[in-house]
Structures are given as C-alpha cells and as structure tokens.
C-alpha cells in the first residue's frame, strides 16, 4: 500500500510547504496593509490617542475597519476552493465530503492573524510621540 501512495506523500508535502508558504506570504501582506494603513491614518489616531482613546478603543478600529475586508474575501474565495477539491478529490477510489469546518478555520486563522498585526500596529503608534509625529504630518 505504501507504494500505491507514495507518489501522494510527496504531493502532501509539497502541499504543506506550499500551505507554510502561502500562510506566511499572507501574513506578511496582512502586516503591509496594516501598516500602509496605520501611516494613511496616522494624524487620526494620534488625534484620539490625545483625546484620551484606549489601546483598545485604537485597536478595535483598526480590526473592524479591516476585518470587513478579510471576511469578504473569504467568502469569495470559498466556492472557488470547493470546486477545485471536489475536482481534486474526484481521482480518488474514497470520497469524502467537503465539510465547512476546513473553511471555518481558515477564516480564523486569517482573523487572528489580523489581531495580530493590528496589535502590532497600536504597539507602534502607542511608542510615537505625538508632537513629533504631528509635525511630521
């Protein structure tokens, strides 16, 4: 049996570094966004960071103005996906169902990436001082 599969073993390892690959591209661009955001606004946040607004307050902005985005885009990309397993899986003697679970988890995973960087980018507007950033702007 290990000889009828093993052409799929290397398959599923060139999945898992190609999965590794994209999770990673992903975040980068996720953090890229984040930031390209966070330098578009950063005389309005500076402004509420003034005003007496709280990490939190900064950071569930950030996460609702972009957490829209990921949503959508996963929504998108879901009936795209499950045509390409269903063909994929198709070759196959077993057949499996393609649960929504997989999907569930890609959507979190996407979102906690997300926290992540927005926490990363109120971690760096909360070190800028704010007179020196103003007059920059």
Excluded: C
């Excluded at 000889?3 to 290397?10: E, I, P, Q």
């Excluded at 879901?78 to 499996?96: C, D, E, G, N, R």
């Excluded at 988890?105 to 507007?125: C, E, N, Q």
């Amino acid at each position: 049996i290990k000889d009828l599969y093993r052409s799929d073993y290397k398959l599923l390892k060139a999945i898992y570094a190609g999965a590794f690959l994209t999770i990673l591209i992903a975040a980068i661009g996720l953090i890229n966004v984040s930031l390209l955001i966070l330098k578009s606004r950063t005389k309005e946040l500076l402004i509420r960071k003034v005003n007496g607004a709280s990490v939190y307050a900064i950071a569930k902005l950030l996460f609702k103005s972009q957490m829209k985005i990921i949503v959508i885009a996963n929504f998108i990309v879901m009936p795209v996906s499950v045509w390409f397993m269903k063909m994929w899986l198709q070759s196959y003697a077993l057949h499996i169902n393609v649960g929504a679970d997989i999907f569930l988890l890609t959507l979190a995973l996407s979102l906690f990436i997300l926290l992540f960087t927005t926490l990363l980018s109120v971690k760096i507007i909360y070190r800028r001082s704010v007179v020196s950033a103003l007059n920059r702007e």
